[in-house]
């Protein structure tokens, strides 16, 4: 259904032959606005197809976004949203008119549409459209319901209110004229209200009526409000469904779940997130916290009584929903289910392959320790460390203790006693979300960000303490809006501790002594841009830097051998897109590592004036990476990704001769190139059968994939005229990777 938050746009994709291949039917061209605003990356949030007298029309809702400093992608997309319909199965597609939003600037209706939040196809045919807010303050979007006949003139039927945002709804499958509407309210006295309409939208029953019939549910957990079940959180966890079977009976989801039977007249708690604040006695399954998703299994018209719901916890499934109010109604089903959303992970630095263990970071899942010797599947033993919200981990040079992280400056010691605890014990709401931090190992000296340009700084960490000194460090005088984004302990300082810092407005500080009250801090000569600093990796001394950013529409990578006084920029060829982490093979200073929003790229000609990129993410997929970690007494890699779990490689494959590295490029070839976009690729057929082909534009978007092509087949299709990349993998492993011409369009033939 509705997806907020958390994966780049990228339009939509069509495939006429059960996902073997993929063909974009609905983009458009990636532009910057003078104010900020990157056009072009938006968010689909929904998708519904309508059969209108035989023809499928195609209704798309997009929404845009803003995203702090935590994953500092900025203004996306916003320009864009809309509700969007083709009615030629994607050739083209058309903006509702009819959809556009207020400009309360200038009191005029905008070219800016409604940001959808939801689109559903009534028992009736009519289409019934949600909104929630804009990022555009002066875009009056949310709070609003829609309902057309004909899908093209929309009707609204609903407004909460001029402070509104995001609604959820539900239609009858069985009449259509009733339709349940779960939304956030339009204040503090009101966060949420629950509406209903048995007559198309005409009139409406809420829970804010001054004699209401319709309530809201009221959950157990003594810290929940009595009128917010959702805790402040119904930007976030809102979802709302009525039975396919009998419309009076409601799923509804919040923190928790609860199920009504009248229409929504009265609530039964179904689900508890944990035993505590008065749910122990509380006789129902226990489920994650956090609901965003409600199914019926639809098979045989929906006769089975299987339901399936989505949260921040994965999947839980009911084999019966008669039974889903009692102790094992519902259970997890995420075994192997490889989704996690990790902020980081770092490796344990003195365990091997073969028994192996990280420390991993997981949003809304806590912290986790994975470990033992790898299964079948490669798949680790997991054990919890803690609760809540996972952020950034650490571990000791010699893992006498490792540290996690709850949400901002909330930090634990974890003792290898089994035991753990809070190392900072002030302003633990100072910092951000997702608060950056940093590890001495050799001097057990620990900081994490505050504010502005200043830090805390923990001492007295061991495998023994239990009580610790917190200091503040001020890095310089911030200039206006600037914060620290990220910050680096050198290798190369072992007696005292020298700290790089980086900031959101892309200057660098080196602190030297900054484990002691008589720190020295210094800017670096010259900053290689403005933009966020996402990662700070050192070479063969402390003057060897390579710095990156996380900013669309910048240059990413920059490096320098004097310690900042001159930069080199790095961008060669990869696509605009930003890049969170880097990692350099201490063995060959030409091999690099990025982590970006499009997965793992990397070089090995990092020295040269114009470095060539190259996608190397094989099996982990095109994702945000969050992390790469390096353990050199074992060559091996760790990457941490926000929607794919963690994955390790080892580093064992010597440099090829050149002999060797002609042979192998000779043996992968793609032609004709440049070409007008249909290709082909050569490669060795005594090694691979076939290979998936996936192309990537400069902005990094993929622009098309194809699966078992095999060797000198023909694949493509028609492309805007431009520099591609493309990559092709087999079971994993990379078979080529290079840059892709199209200098004209084609309609089919090559010529």
Avoid: C
């Avoid at 009449?175 to 005409?202: C, H, L, W």
């Amino acid at each position: 259904e509705s997806s907020t938050t958390d994966a780049v746009g990228s339009g939509i994709w069509k495939s006429t032959d059960g996902g073997a291949t993929w063909t974009q039917i609905f983009t458009i061209p990636v532009t910057y606005s003078s104010t900020g605003v990157r056009n072009g990356n938006f968010y689909i949030n929904d998708i519904k197809v309508r059969n209108n007298n035989g023809v499928s029309e195609v209704y798309a809702g997009v929404s845009g976004a803003y995203v702090g400093i935590s994953f500092n992608d900025g203004w996306q997309g916003l320009s864009q949203a809309g509700l969007y319909k083709s009615t030629d199965g994607g050739a083209t597609f058309t903006k509702n008119n009819s959809l556009l939003a207020l400009n309360t600037t200038t009191g005029l209706t905008s070219t800016t549409g409604y940001s959808i939040q939801q689109i559903e196809i009534g028992a009736d045919n009519a289409v019934w459209v949600s909104t929630r807010s804009s990022r555009f303050t002066n875009i009056d979007s949310g709070g609003r319901t829609f309902k057309s006949t004909d899908g093209n003139t929309f009707s609204q039927v609903y407004n909460v209110g001029s402070s509104g945002s995001r609604v959820n709804f539900t239609l009858s499958k069985t009449d259509a004229n009733k339709i349940y509407a779960f939304m956030q309210g339009v204040g503090t006295a009101e966060p949420i209200r629950i509406a209903k309409s048995a007559d198309g939208g005409s009139t409406w029953q809420a829970t804010n009526d001054a004699t209401p019939v319709l309530t809201l549910p009221t959950a157990t957990d003594t810290s929940i409000p009595a009128n917010d079940f959702t805790r402040g959180q119904s930007f976030y966890d809102l979802i709302i469904e009525a039975d396919p079977q009998d419309d009076n009976t409601l799923y509804i989801g919040g923190i928790d779940l609860f199920k009504s039977t009248n229409g929504g007249t009265s609530w039964t708690q179904i689900s508890k997130w944990s035993n505590n604040n008065n749910m122990a006695a509380l006789q129902v399954s226990q489920v994650h916290a956090d609901q965003h998703e409600i199914v019926f299994n639809p098979f045989n018209n929906y006769s089975t009584g299987q339901m399936m719901f989505g949260n921040d916890g994965g999947i839980y499934y009911a084999a019966n929903k008669a039974n889903i109010g009692a102790v094992g109604g519902l259970a997890a089903r995420n075994t192997r289910y490889n989704v996690t959303q990790f902020y980081s992970a770092m490796l344990n630095p003195i365990k091997t392959p073969s028994n192996e263990e990280l420390l991993a970071g997981a949003q809304d899942n806590g912290s986790w320790w994975l470990y033992g010797v790898p299964q079948a599947n490669n798949f680790l033993t997991s054990q919890s460390a803690t609760g809540g919200d996972g952020m950034y981990t650490e571990y000791d040079d010699q893992d006498n203790y490792e540290i996690a992280s709850y949400v901002y400056n909330s930090h634990y010691i974890l003792l290898n006693t089994g035991t753990y605890y809070l190392i900072t014990s002030a302003n633990r709401n100072a910092g951000h979300f997702v608060n950056e931090i940093a590890l001495d190992r050799n001097n057990d000296v620990f900081f994490s960000y505050r504010s502005g340009l200043t830090l805390f700084r923990t001492s007295g960490l061991s495998a023994t303490s239990t009580s610790f000194t917190n200091n503040t460090v001020t890095v310089g005088t911030a200039q206006s809006g600037e914060q620290i984004s990220w910050m680096k302990v050198s290798p190369h300082t072992t007696a005292s501790t020298t700290l790089f810092v980086g900031t959101n407005l892309g200057r660098i500080f080196k602190i030297t002594n900054a484990n002691t009250a008589s720190y020295a801090s210094a800017l670096l000569a010259s900053s290689p841009v403005t933009g966020t600093v996402s990662d700070i990796e050192f070479g063969a001394n402390e003057n060897e830097i390579i710095v990156t950013f996380s900013n669309y529409n910048l240059a990413s990578r920059f490096y320098t051998t004097d310690g900042g006084t001159t930069w080199l920029n790095k961008e060669g060829n990869l696509p605009d897109m930003p890049v969170r982490t880097v990692l350099r093979n201490p063995d060959n200073p030409n091999e690099v590592l990025l982590g970006t929003e499009m997965g793992v790229w990397g070089t090995t000609n990092f020295l040269a004036t114009t470095p060539e990129w190259a996608s190397v993410t094989g099996n982990i997929g095109n994702v945000r990476i969050t992390n790469l970690d390096y353990r050199p007494s074992t060559k091996t890699v760790l990457v941490s990704t926000y929607g794919r779990g963690a994955w390790t490689t080892q580093n064992t494959e010597t440099a090829l001769s050149t002999t060797e590295t002609k042979t192998k490029k000779n043996l992968n070839i793609i032609y004709p190139n440049p070409s007008k976009g249909i290709s082909h690729l050569r490669f060795d057929t005594a090694k691979y059968s076939t290979v998936d082909i996936s192309i990537v534009d400069g902005s990094g978007r993929l622009v098309y994939s194809k699966k078992n092509v095999k060797s000198d087949e023909e694949f493509g299709q028609k492309m805007v005229p431009g520099n591609y990349i493309l990559k092709a993998e087999s079971k994993g492993e990379i078979v080529y990777s290079g840059n892709f011409l199209v200098l004209g369009r084609t309609g089919g033939d090559d010529d």
